[in-house]
């Protein structure tokens, strides 16, 4: 009797480690793959960013770059060059060396894409902000983020226009206040500007200046101008730093007033602060984070082989709108 009851209790015990056995063997292999996310068409990418120089609107981008490559689950470094085109070009190639996939430039010369091309080897190149000639840009491999300059001075030079008219004004003298000579965007946007007074019937004579992108450079320049006793009927600037330091230098001289419209370009936070309490005339807004992650959005195009909804001939191209008073509320954060 006790030897059936001890076979008994063997068998029980055989039965349930075969059932356990049974159990842990017949569930699907990648069970646990069901619960994780989808993989980002991102995953496993490497992708550098050598920016030109650290100011508010590039560091707007560069955020929108960093937020947008870790969405999409790629590993990005960023890298400042601090305009110095030799550390860019040893950027990229520091870069090819490690293996990565793809970089993305945004350019501290506009005459140095062909070393950058030269530099990032086999990997995919995005320039923006800071276009280089378009014959460069190659299907699959190279493509360009940005806005077309010229509509930046056009818009300028169109807004200052409809203000003389309605003055009366034909004839008028103008501060240009300009970024690093020799860029592209600062010769277009300068050009355009001028191009726009001119079709709109507007004889100006221009006083130039470079500030170099710089608040506290155009303040100063400008505060010198004020008292040679001079008089402007407006100041362009390619950029809101520049036209916030002509506005500073204003409001600190002689009887501290805004003493004829200024204009800028870029409509940063601080742009649009100096637009609506009614310094700063107008801005045109360039999109720091559409041109930051239409970067990102190409460079998986390219490095996934699919298409990116407007990229146009190897050309993602934002367009600018003009910021005033009556529209600036829209741009404020």
Request: aromatic content about 6%; charged content about 20%; glycine content about 10%.
């Amino acid at each position: 009797m006790k030897r059936r009851l001890v076979l008994m209790l063997v068998c029980v015990m055989i039965s349930g480690l075969l059932a356990a056995c049974g159990q842990k063997d017949t569930a699907p292999a990648d069970s646990g793959s069901g619960s994780e996310p989808a993989q980002s068409s991102g995953g496993g990418y490497k992708i550098g960013y050598s920016m030109p120089a650290r100011d508010q609107f590039q560091t707007s981008m560069e955020k929108a770059i960093q937020a947008k490559a870790e969405a999409e689950g790629i590993e990005i470094n960023i890298l400042d060059a601090a305009s110095d085109v030799s550390a860019q070009i040893s950027h990229v190639q520091t870069w090819e060396a490690d293996g990565y996939d793809a970089v993305i430039v945004g350019l501290c010369n506009n005459d140095s894409a062909a070393d950058v091309l030269a530099a990032a080897g086999d990997m995919k190149v995005v320039f923006v902000n800071r276009q280089p000639s378009l014959d460069v840009l190659q299907d699959g491999k190279v493509v360009y983020v940005g806005t077309d300059e010229n509509l930046y001075g056009n818009e300028q030079g169109n807004y200052l226009a409809e203000i003389f008219k309605n003055e009366g004004k034909t004839d008028v003298n103008i501060a240009m206040f300009m970024g690093e000579l020799g860029l592209d965007n600062v010769t277009k946007r300068t050009q355009s500007a001028k191009d726009a007074l001119a079709a709109n019937g507007i004889n100006a004579t221009y006083v130039e200046n470079t500030a170099n992108w710089d608040r506290m450079k155009a303040m100063d320049l400008f505060s010198q101008m004020m008292n040679t006793g001079d008089v402007y009927d407006a100041v362009i600037c390619n950029n809101d730093e520049m036209a916030l330091g002509v506005i500073e230098a204003m409001q600190t001289n002689g009887n501290k007033e805004i003493i004829c419209p200024v204009v800028g370009i870029d409509a940063t936070d601080v742009g649009c602060a100096a637009v609506k309490e009614g310094t700063m005339a107008c801005s045109v807004f360039q999109d720091p984070v559409a041109q930051g992650e239409g970067t990102i959005l190409c460079a998986l195009g390219l490095l996934n082989g699919t298409e990116v909804e407007g990229l146009v001939d190897n050309y993602y191209n934002i367009q600018p709108q003009l910021v005033t008073v009556e529209n600036v509320d829209n741009f404020i954060k």
